[in-house]
């Protein structure tokens, strides 16, 4: 297990390479428009593709809360990652819609091409804020599905494994595999809907996914900490870990 102070520095990284690459992305702001326009005219007018972005989004927030539920059977630490990582995601789209009002870059939609759903002037384009909640939110149900997958705290392996069995719980490695997917969808669609410059989309998923690892690193163990003086408290504990105030209790396993 990883100190706090190595916890720490890795989360500071995590932030410094965040804030490295975004701006550099605007240096491609040639190469990505001209891809733009090539997707654009052959994407722009298909019906309904306004909608898959927004789709995308709601579908990651339902993971993020099927993961969260999840984690209640695998103690402090997999809840406390899935409560950090939520947050995260919500300072992840803050932090996106800053970096919108200082670049104030102009979406394509409203000079070089048209379509119908383009949003209104002073809506910025980059970086892209669909993007950035679809990466988070799909970051922090991958980080909350692999702390399920793997307990170390309070639940032994053998007491997860049981609850899990016991729930009929898919295994974590789908929690992995659904949410990556369907943020690099919910990407793609807001460039082939015509809102968004390719590099919009790649500075808006690093910011998702970099300050919602940045945060975890950095809140997991204090949130743990927090969560387990909580959970003395029965009727907290079974609310939030599925179990006794003391942890230890087994879910039985239907034979």
């Not at 119908?116 to 980059?126: K, L, Y």
Request: aromatic share 4%; hydrophobic share 55%.
């Amino acid at each position: 297990m990883k100190s706090p102070r190595s916890s720490l520095l890795l989360a500071l990284l995590w932030l410094l390479a965040a804030a490295v690459v975004v701006p550099s992305l605007l240096l491609l702001r040639g190469p990505s428009t001209e891809l733009y326009l090539a997707v654009t005219a052959r994407t722009a007018d298909l019906p309904g593709v306004e909608l898959v972005a927004e789709v995308g989004v709601i579908a990651l927030a339902l993971l993020w809360l099927l993961a969260a539920w999840q984690a209640r059977g695998a103690g402090t630490g997999a809840v406390a990652t899935a409560l950090v990582g939520g947050v995260a995601a919500v300072v992840a789209y803050a932090t996106s819609e800053v970096a919108k009002t200082i670049v104030q870059q102009p979406r394509g939609c409203w000079d070089l091409i048209e379509i119908a759903h383009c949003p209104e002037a002073g809506d910025w384009s980059f970086p892209s804020n669909h993007t950035t909640i679809a990466f988070a939110l799909a970051t922090s149900v991958v980080l909350t599905a692999l702390a399920t997958g793997r307990p170390r705290d309070s639940l032994g392996t053998t007491t997860a494994l049981r609850f899990r069995r016991a729930r009929r719980l898919p295994p974590y490695r789908v929690l992995v595999a659904a949410p990556v997917v369907l943020a690099v969808v919910t990407g793609a669609a807001r460039l082939v809907q015509g809102v968004h410059f390719p590099h919009d989309v790649l500075a808006g998923a690093t910011v998702g996914v970099c300050v919602v690892v940045a945060l975890v690193l950095a809140l997991r163990g204090p949130a743990a900490a927090g969560l387990a003086v909580l959970c003395r408290n029965e009727a907290v504990g079974r609310l939030l870990l599925a179990q006794g105030a003391r942890g230890d209790a087994e879910v039985p396993v239907r034979r």
